[in-house]
């Protein structure tokens, strides 16, 4: 089992920043990775590392803008958000597996999942 706790979200305007955390614990993680949910919507990739070697893989949405990366002393996942735009509002999920099943940008990747924590950026 991984648990994960996500902070971090938040209120900011168009064009602010904001950074946020997934402190992970429990199995050795294989990868990590952000994923979001807009109302209305269905729940999209963003961004995801690979533990061991740091491999990055990003969304088109958010190259350029976003960076994912971790600290494994501190078992931490983070996800730096800068040129925030209003349809980056959503909520955000922290996502980690431990094996290498299917492709890193799917969802169905991540049998470990975070609680979540809202992003509204305003315009």
């Known amino acids: 089992q991984v648990q994960l706790v996500e902070s971090g979200g938040g209120l900011v305007q168009a064009g602010g920043s904001l950074r946020l955390s997934c402190v992970a614990s429990?199995?050795?993680?294989?990868?990590m990775g952000w994923f979001r949910k807009a109302p209305g919507k269905e729940r999209e990739f963003v961004a995801a590392?690979?533990?061991?070697?740091?491999?990055?893989y990003y969304a088109d949405s958010v190259k350029g803008r976003f960076t994912i990366s971790r600290d494994n002393a501190k078992n931490t996942l983070y996800l730096q958000m800068d040129s925030l735009k209003p349809e980056d509002t959503a909520v955000y999920y922290c996502a980690a597996s431990v094996s290498a099943f299917y492709t890193v940008y799917s969802k169905d990747a991540y049998p470990y999942w975070g609680q979540g924590t809202q992003v509204t950026v305003s315009s």
């Open positions: 590392i690979m533990w061991a070697g740091g491999n990055t």
């Open positions: 429990g199995r050795t993680k294989y990868r």
